[in-house]
C-alpha cells in the first residue's frame, strides 16, 4: 500500500523551488492570482511558502520525541511576546536571500510584504519576551522542550496618543489569519471549574476525595512552529484557546433559547479573549484566575495523556519532565498534578508529593512586594474547591515541617504560611511555588541574592539547596543577527559566523577595538542603522528625527520604579540650563531623547508620566533655540518590531530603575549587545553587564542597594532634596509652574506632588548623580573614536547574557535534560 504512496519532498532550497511553491501556495491555498491578490494574500502566502519548508522538520522532530521519549522541559508561561515570525523562520531556514530574489522575480519585494505581519502580542514585556527567547533558544540547542501557553484573541492593546493621553485599542492581530499557527481541535481538552467535592469509599475501601466541577470549558490547542536555526530541529509552542463546551450551549439551545445559548458560550470563550495587562498590582480578578488554571490544567492534560506513551508510570514522571514555572502565573498547577495524582491515579498523598514537588520549578520574576499574587481563599474555593482543599493540606504538612524545626516558633509559623490572614484570607502563589518546587531561580545575581536574603528569606534558610540563579538573556538571532544585519555582516565578516549560535565568541572581536579601520565602519553601521530608523519613524509616527545627533533611548513598560521621570527631568534640566543661558547650545552635544512605553491602562500616574513626557516634547521640539540641540521623540506603541529598529540605532542605553527593583532587565542587554552605552544604576543585570563591559564602557550612577534601603529606613524625605538642590528645584518648579501645561498648573500637580511628599523610588535622590553622570556622557560622546571603541567593547563582551547561555544555565542548573540532535 504504502509503496504506491509517492514520497512529499520539501521544496527544493532554491529559488526555482521557492517561486514554484510560492505561486502554488497562492493558488490553491490562497485562491488568487499574482494579479489579483492583496498585500495580505501575498504575505499570506509567503509565510505558508516558508512554513512548507519547516513542516518536514516540525514533523520530524515530532516523531522523533515520541520515539526516543528522552527527558525534556516544558515552559509554562502565560505570556509569549513573539514579535514578527516571518524574519525569524526566514534566518531559521536559511531563506532569505532565496526568498528576496524569489519575489523579484514576482515582481514582488520582501521588504514591503514582511511589513503586512502584525506581530502577535500575546505578552506585556521582559517576561513574555523572556519566554519567547528561551523556547528559541530550546530550539536552537536542540532540547526537546515543549511551550505552553494562552492564545489570546486580543494581545496587549495597541497604544495611541490624544493630545499626548495613551488611549488603549484593541489588537486585533487575528483578523487577517495567522498563517503560523496550526489548530489541533480534535486534541481538545476539557476543564472543569466550580462545582463542589465528595467524599467516597473505593472499591477497595478506601476513603478519597473527588471534585466535580459546576461547568467546564474546552481547551483548544494551537501549534506554533519554534524553528532552531539552522538545525533540523522544530520544537512546538501550544496555545490554547478557550470554547464552549458542545454539551453546554447544545442544550439550552435545544430549550429555544438561543440568546442564553450565546451568552453562555461567550462566557465561556471569554477565558482566553484577552490579556491581562501586568500593572504589578494583580487585582483580584477571577477572570484572570480561570485563565491561569484554564492553560496550566490544559497543559498537565495535554503532557500526560499525549505527549507520554500508554501506560507511562507516573512514578517516575520526574524522570521525564520539568515543568518550569514563569513566574507565580502557572502556580495553580502545583495543586492540580496533586490532584490527578491522588484523585485520578489513586496514589498516596505522600508518594503523589513527592513525584510533585520533583516535576516543578520556579522562577521569581519580581521583587516589589505589591507584585506577587496572592488569590483570596474565597475565590478559590468557589472556583476551584478541590484545590483549595489540596492547597491546605500541602500548607499544614509543611507548617509541620516548620514548627518541627524551628521549636514552634509561631512568628515564624505565621510568616511562611502559604496562607495569608491579613488583609483577607488569600493564598500566596509564590510560597506555593516556593514549597511545591524543586528549584527557585531569580533571574539575576543581585535579584536571586535580594530573593534569599529578603522575599523568601524564611524560606532560603529552610531550604538553601533549593535556591539559584540564572540570570536571563536574549536570544541573538532576533536581536543581533535579524535585528542588526549590517553589524551582523561586520562581526562575521571579522570572525566568521559562529557566533550566532556560541555567543561568546563575540571576545575575539576585542582587539578589533583598537583597529581604527574597524570601528570607522562600526561607525558606519551605527549610522546606516539609524537612517533606517528615521525612515520608519516618518513613515509610521510621522516623527523627525536627526540622525546626526546622539541617539539616546528609554524603552520599555512605564512604570514607576523604572523611573522614565528621572529621564523626563534630565530633559527639563537641559531645556532650562539652555533657556537660561547657563549652558551655551554651541557647547552641547546634540541629542534625541527616544522613549517607548505603555501603562497599564488601569495605572493613573504611569498614565500622567506619558502625558507629561509627551507635553515636556512638545515645548521642547517647538523651542527655536533648545530644539537645534535637545528633541524629544515618543512613538507610541512600542512593540518588539519597534525595538528591532531602535535597539542597533541608540548610542546610549538609559537603564535607570532604582537599586534593588529590577530584577534583572532585558532591555540593557539587547543595547549592550548593539553596541549602545549604558546610563544606569547598580540594578538587575546592569551589575552584571557592567562587571563584564568594565567600569569605564558604562556610566554608573545613583544609590547601591543597601543605601537606598537604609535612607528608606531611616525615613526618606524627598523634599530635602528638593530644597537643597537648585537644579532639582528649577527643574521641578518648570513642570509645577504650566510651563509644560499650556499655563495650567493643576494638570501635573499629581506628579509633582507625588514626587515631593512620597516618592517611593527615589528619583529625587538619584537626581544629582543622575544629571552628573548624563555630563560625564555628553565628555566622553565627544570622543567620537574612545566612544566606538567602548561601544565595540560592549559588543565584544556582552556574549554572556546570550539566552542559550541562560538555557545551559538552567540545563544544568535546574532541568539536566540533554540535547537531542533531530535526524534528518
Ligand atoms: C526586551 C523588551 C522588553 C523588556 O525591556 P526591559 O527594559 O528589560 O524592561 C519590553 N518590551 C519589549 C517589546 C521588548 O522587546
Redesign the pocket.
Known amino acids: 500500500m504504502t509503496e504506491s504512496i509517492p514520497p512529499i519532498a520539501t521544496p527544493t532550497h532554491d529559488v526555482d523551488g521557492f517561486v514554484r511553491q510560492y505561486l502554488r501556495e497562492l493558488t490553491y491555498t490562497q485562491g488568487t492570482t499574482l494579479e489579483r491578490a492583496s498585500l495580505n494574500d501575498k504575505y499570506l502566502a509567503l509565510a505558508r511558502t516558508v512554513r512548507s519548508y519547516l513542516m518536514a522538520r516540525w514533523n520530524r522532530t515530532m516523531t522523533q520525541q515520541y520515539r526516543k521519549q528522552s527527558r525534556s522541559v516544558a515552559y509554562l508561561s502565560a505570556e509569549y511576546?513573539l514579535g514578527r515570525q516571518l524574519d525569524n523562520a526566514l534566518i531559521a531556514s536559511d531563506l532569505e536571500q532565496i526568498a528576496a530574489e524569489g519575489l523579484e522575480r514576482l515582481g514582488l519585494s520582501l521588504d514591503e510584504l514582511r511589513e503586512a505581519e502584525v506581530e502577535p502580542g500575546l505578552g506585556n514585556?521582559?517576561l513574555g519576551?523572556l519566554a519567547a527567547c528561551f523556547v528559541d533558544s530550546l530550539a536552537t540547542m536542540d532540547i526537546p522542550a515543549i511551550g505552553y501557553g494562552i492564545r489570546y484573541e486580543y494581545g496587549i492593546f495597541r497604544q495611541t496618543f490624544v493630545d499626548g493621553r495613551q488611549v488603549e485599542e484593541p489588537d486585533n492581530w487575528l483578523d487577517n489569519g495567522s498563517p503560523w499557527e496550526i489548530a489541533r481541535p480534535e486534541q481538545e481538552v476539557a476543564v472543569g471549574f466550580g462545582g463542589h467535592t465528595e467524599k467516597y469509599t473505593d472499591d477497595d475501601g478506601v476513603e478519597r476525595s473527588r471534585w466535580v466541577p459546576g461547568w467546564s470549558v474546552l481547551a483548544v490547542p494551537y501549534n506554533y512552529m519554534v524553528p532552531g536555526y539552522l538545525n533540523g530541529r522544530v520544537n512546538t509552542l501550544r496555545l490554547w484557546s478557550a470554547r464552549a463546551t458542545h454539551a453546554f450551549d447544545l442544550k439550552i439551545f435545544n430549550y429555544g433559547d438561543y440568546a442564553e445559548a450565546v451568552r453562555a458560550q461567550t462566557f465561556a470563550e471569554n477565558i482566553s479573549k484577552v490579556l491581562y495587562p501586568e500593572d504589578s498590582t494583580p487585582q483580584g480578578k477571577e477572570l484572570r484566575l480561570q485563565q491561569q488554571y484554564f492553560f496550566v490544567a490544559a497543559s498537565l492534560r495535554d503532557y500526560i495523556d499525549r505527549v507520554l506513551e500508554e501506560g507511562f508510570d507516573l512514578h517516575r514522571l520526574p524522570e521525564r519532565i520539568t515543568f518550569q514555572l514563569n513566574d507565580t502565573h502557572p502556580v495553580i498547577a502545583v495543586p492540580e498534578l496533586m490532584r490527578i495524582l491522588v484523585d485520578e491515579k489513586g496514589f498516596g498523598w505522600d508518594e503523589a508529593w513527592e513525584v510533585t514537588r520533583q516535576c516543578f520549578a520556579y522562577t521569581c520574576h519580581t521583587l516589589l512586594p505589591e507584585a506577587l499574587e496572592v488569590w483570596p481563599v474565597e475565590l478559590v474555593g468557589r472556583l476551584l474547591p478541590r484545590h483549595l482543599e489540596i492547597i491546605y493540606r500541602i500548607n499544614e504538612e509543611f507548617l509541620g515541617q516548620v514548627r518541627e524545626r524551628s521549636g514552634g516558633d509561631e512568628m515564624l509559623v505565621r510568616r511562611m504560611s502559604i496562607i495569608a490572614e491579613h488583609p483577607e484570607r488569600a493564598v500566596r502563589m509564590a510560597f506555593l511555588a516556593t514549597v511545591g518546587a524543586a528549584k527557585v531561580n531569580g533571574v539575576a545575581e543581585l535579584h536571586s541574592q535580594l530573593l534569599r536574603d529578603k522575599v523568601l528569606h524564611d524560606f532560603a534558610q529552610l531550604w538553601p539547596e533549593k535556591f539559584t540563579n540564572v540570570t536571563n538573556g536574549v536570544t541573538p538571532r532576533r536581536f543581533v543577527r535579524l535585528a542588526n544585519p549590517g553589524l551582523s555582516a561586520l562581526i562575521t565578516e571579522a570572525i566568521g559566523d559562529g557566533w550566532v549560535t556560541d555567543l561568546e565568541r563575540l571576545r575575539e572581536l576585542e582587539p578589533l577595538a583598537d583597529d581604527a579601520e574597524f570601528r570607522r565602519r562600526f561607525r558606519e553601521v551605527k549610522a546606516a542603522n539609524k537612517d533606517r530608523l528615521v525612515r520608519l519613524l516618518a513613515a509610521r509616527d510621522g516623527i523627525e528625527i536627526d540622525p546626526s545627533t546622539m541617539l539616546d533611548v528609554m524603552v520599555?513598560?512605564l512604570h514607576e520604579y523604572k523611573r522614565q521621570m528621572l529621564k523626563v527631568l534630565h530633559v527639563v534640566t537641559l531645556y532650562d540650563r539652555i533657556r537660561s543661558g547657563e549652558l551655551d547650545p554651541a557647547q552641547v552635544v546634540p541629542r534625541t531623547v527616544v522613549f517607548g512605553a505603555k501603562a497599564a491602562p488601569g495605572y493613573k500616574m504611569a498614565k500622567e508620566i506619558i502625558a507629561l513626557i509627551n507635553h515636556v516634547g512638545a515645548v521642547v521640539n517647538a523651542d527655536p533655540v533648545v530644539s537645534q540641540v535637545l528633541r524629544v521623540a515618543f512613538p507610541a506603541n512600542?512593540?518588539?518590531t519597534v525595538?528591532e529598529t531602535l535597539v542597533p540605532a541608540a548610542d546610549l542605553s538609559e537603564q535607570i530603575s532604582l537599586a534593588g527593583k529590577e530584577a534583572s532587565?532585558?532591555?540593557?542587554m539587547?543595547f549592550a549587545l548593539n553596541g549602545a552605552l549604558t546610563i544606569g544604576t547598580d540594578d538587575g543585570a546592569n551589575v552584571e553587564i557592567r562587571q563584564l563591559v568594565g567600569d569605564e564602557h558604562f556610566f554608573l550612577f545613583g544609590l547601591t542597594e543597601p543605601e537606598a534601603s537604609a535612607i528608606q529606613e531611616a525615613g526618606y524625605r524627598p523634599a530635602a532634596y528638593y530644597e537643597q538642590n537648585p537644579g532639582l528645584r528649577r527643574a521641578l518648579d518648570l513642570v509645577a509652574s504650566g510651563e509644560f501645561s499650556g499655563g495650567d498648573r493643576s494638570v501635573f500637580e499629581p506628579i509633582v506632588s507625588n514626587l515631593l511628599y512620597e516618592d517611593r523610588f527615589m528619583v529625587l535622590a538619584d537626581y544629582q548623580s543622575y544629571v552628573e553622570a548624563q555630563d560625564r556622557v555628553e565628555g566622553a560622546y565627544r570622543d567620537e573614536d574612545a566612544w566606538s571603541r567602548s561601544a565595540v567593547l560592549n559588543v565584544a563582551r556582552s556574549g554572556f547574557f546570550s539566552s542559550d547561555r541562560s538555557m545551559r544555565d538552567y540545563l544544568e542548573r535546574i532541568w539536566h535534560a540533554e540535547a537531542v540532535p533531530v535526524e534528518l
Do not use: D, E, P, Q
Request: glycine fraction near 26%; aromatic fraction near 6%; avoid cysteine.
Open positions: 511576546l514585556g521582559g519576551r520599555k513598560r512600542y512593540n518588539v525595538a532587565g532585558t532591555g540593557n539587547k
